[in-house]
């Protein structure tokens, strides 16, 4: 697997919304490197995507509440499994599930395997809370598809909290799971 600096040279058959991700970075002054790779659809596919990009890569869990009408974001490292009575009980909402292929699709544009932060830049009527596990932001670089599963891109985990949430307009809500 080969690691680029920076967007493709070449960027014919790739998916508008993954060249808008690039476009996004490039005005926000975010330097990022990129690996192209097989489509990675589980975490256990992402380990040697994180391995040649020497980061860890995070994972991107849409839910919503019983209603359908309240969504969430979470990002978090690879190895914790997600408990959703631990999420709950820090938003003070009701039990929260994955939500559906459809409600990604209308509200982020992304398909599953491809859930990622930058899903948000479709959100822009702010629909769409994002969650930011509390260990995930201690990295000092982290990895996320492009809107694509089969590209990732290594970040500072500074410039995505900082400058990408703000240009989104999603502020973050900081959530600890207790892991193992």
């Known amino acids: 697997m080969e690691i680029q600096n920076g967007r493709p040279a070449d960027e014919s058959g790739r998916l508008p919304k993954e060249i808008a991700v690039y476009n996004l ?8 490197a990129r690996a192209d790779h097989a489509a990675a659809f589980t975490m256990e596919a992402c380990e040697s995507i994180s391995a040649a990009l020497q980061t860890p890569v995070c994972k991107n869990l849409f839910l919503c509440n019983r209603q359908k009408t309240n969504f969430y974001l979470l990002l978090m490292p690879a190895d914790k499994p ?3 009575k ?6 003070g909402c009701a039990r929260l599930s994955f939500a559906s292929e459809d409600a990604m699709e209308q509200l982020l544009q992304l398909t599953p ?5 930058f899903g948000l830049m479709h959100d822009t009527e702010n629909r769409v809370q994002l969650l930011v596990d509390r260990d995930l932001l ?5 990895g996320c598809h492009p809107c694509i599963n089969t590209s990732t891109i290594r970040m500072q985990t500074s410039d995505v909290f900082d400058k990408l949430t703000t240009a989104l307009h999603h502020p973050y809500t900081i959530v600890t799971l207790k892991g193992e």
């Open 25 to 32: 970075l490039e005005r926000l002054d975010i330097p990022f």
């Open 82 to 84: 997600f408990r959703t």
């Open 86 to 91: 631990e999420i709950t009980s820090q938003l």
């Open 113 to 117: 395997g491809s859930a990622t932060i």
């Open 138 to 142: 201690g990295e000092a670089t982290f």
